[in-house]
């Protein structure tokens, strides 16, 4: 059995005195000795709620040196974090605390009325413990302080194996409830592994870390494998463009990853032209397709900006486009790293070899997950007996074995860095009783890359119009799921099927 390891015990060990994170929140610079130290703490205090192995510890909070002390607390007691999108709205958030069943929610000051109403709900019945990252928001809430009295010492760790639980990370569902993939500790591992190997980090590495950590870019992307490597993370609470151009002049950053409605906002700073970007090793856009003037205002002042691919399923980091292929091979995502599988498969199941040619893109190995929380069915449609996980985006192989995403099988978009599910969507506008018929779908949109557009009809007699329906959405929905255009028809195009022709939409509606 593989076993899996104490990875800030393990760090501490080998390079305690190396700095491990830079606390833009507090100004401080925190040694891998002294993070260990908070993580054990923190274990310890958990551990004093009752939690131990399997147990999930869910935090709705924004970054913080905190929010990482408890992935690392979990990684010691073999609990499970659910990093909880603060970016959802409260019944959003209800359905996956009622899924994934926590005994403890750590949240920060910003989200007290959402805990205030998620506290009387009985699908929260199963949290025994709110702990308060700074003021709690009600009686009985403990204050993270707490943990500091505690012995900087941790449990002794119980046996685990790589193929235990570490995070659950929900990504969008597409038939209402978001699903949660199971991240074990093999699969971090090996992401980091494959990223090391692959991209080039080294302990001199330091990354700006402000994508959030309620996604798997936050955690897996630079973080996880800094620590792997004995790097530094510069923690930040959130996107700043001030903050980043003040890192990236400071000459200490050498790692950047973000999605590219973050790029796009830094280009269009004022400061844009005055800081120099090229001396960073890596530059790095994912999360959603990006626009080509992106690539072109980095590579006109010398910088090797690029795109990745992956998924919450799959690393997220799966390829790697070498610097100087960037401009030759513009888009591409590049070649499988060290430890993944990928290959292309057409309509008819069968393995595309000839490049130039789109097919399904499938992805297999130790980073992929096993599978989603509670739904063995989700499961089985997404991994196959082979073991290769179906992605549902559309790729093609150049001729020198290089990959390009060209497109999305399935009707998700991306606005801004967040999935959107139209099914999930659609099921919220169904439940407005004027509402006959619906459909939602992406959009080009300058700013988010995609919003949402729906076309809906409504039940005769039925009153409403975009304002109200758009406010009715808002109560139910995160916001970059509300869709920005509504248009209202007498009835909506159906296939030969009886199926609502979205294509046809799409086709009048898409721009």
């Known amino acids: 059995m593989a076993i899996a390891v104490d990875w800030l015990a393990r760090r501490a060990m080998l390079s305690p005195r190396k700095v491990a994170l830079i606390d833009t929140l507090q100004d401080r610079r925190i040694t891998y000795a002294e ?22 510890v869910a935090v709705l909070a924004t970054n913080s040196v905190d929010y990482l002390d408890i992935w690392f607390a979990c990684n010691k007691l073999g609990a499970v974090l659910q990093n909880l999108n603060w970016r959802l709205a409260v019944p959003e958030l209800r359905r996956l605390i009622e899924d994934a069943a926590p005994r403890v929610l750590v949240y920060s000051n910003e989200f007290q009325d959402a805990v205030r109403t998620l ?39 119980p046996t685990l194996s790589q193929s235990d639980p570490w995070v659950i990370c929900y990504t969008g569902g597409t038939t209402g409830l978001p699903k949660g993939v199971i991240l074990t500790h093999g699969n971090i591992t090996w992401n980091a592994v494959n990223t090391v190997m692959s991209w080039g980090v080294t302990g001199e590495d330091t990354a700006i870390l402000n994508a959030p950590l309620f996604h798997t870019g936050g955690l897996n992307v630079f973080t996880a494998p800094l620590v792997q490597a004995g790097g530094t993370s510069v923690v930040c ?29 830094l280009q269009a700073h004022p400061r844009w032209s ?14 959603a397709p990006c626009p080509r003037p992106v690539f072109e205002r980095f590579w006109a002042r010398g910088v090797d900006f690029k795109t990745g691919y992956g998924m919450t399923e799959a690393g997220p980091n799966t390829f790697w486009l070498p610097p100087e292929e960037v401009r030759d091979k513009p888009g591409a ?20 070899a000839e490049p130039g040619r789109a097919g399904e893109l499938l992805v297999r190995g130790p980073h ?35 990959y390009t995403i060209v497109g999305r099988a399935k009707d998700m978009f ?25 459909a939602l779908f992406g959009v080009p949109d300058e700013k988010w890359g995609e919003v949402g557009c729906a076309v809906v009809a409504l039940r005769p007699g039925g009153e409403l119009d975009e304002a109200g329906l758009k ?41």
């Open 35 to 56: 993070w260990n130290d908070r993580a054990s703490r923190t274990a310890r205090f958990l551990a004093g709620l009752g939690i131990s192995k399997g147990d999930r």
């Open 119 to 157: 506290e009387a709900d009985a699908a929260a019945a199963s949290i025994e413990r709110y702990v308060a990252l700074s003021e709690p928001a009600g009686n009985g809430h403990l204050r993270f302080a707490e943990r500091d009295a505690c012995p900087a010492e941790a449990p002794a760790m």
């Open 237 to 265: 609470q959130g996107f700043d463009p001030d903050q980043v151009f003040d890192w990236v002049a400071s000459g200490e950053v050498s790692l950047y990853f973000g999605v590219p409605t973050m790029f796009q906002a």
């Open 274 to 287: 005055e800081v120099d970007f090229s001396p960073l090793k890596v530059v790095i856009s994912g999360g």
């Open 333 to 352: 995502v590049g070649y499988p790293l060290f430890h993944v599988d990928v290959k292309i498969i057409g309509e008819d199941g069968n393995d595309i």
């Open 368 to 402: 992929r997950t096993p599978g989603y929380w509670n739904n063995p069915e989700a499961t089985a449609e997404a991994i196959d007996d082979d073991g290769w996980l179906h992605t549902g985006d559309l790729a093609e192989r150049d001729a020198d074995g290089a």
């Open 414 to 438: 991306i606005s801004g860095g967040e999935n959107v599910y139209p099914a999930e969507v659609e099921s919220v506008i169904y439940a407005h009783e004027a509402v006959a018929e619906a």
């Open 471 to 511: 406010a009715f959405l808002r109560e139910r929905l995160a916001p970059y799921k509300c869709p920005k255009q509504v248009v209202f028809v007498d009835e909506l195009p159906k296939t030969g099927a009886a199926k609502i022709d979205k294509k046809a939409l799409q086709q009048r509606y898409g721009g």
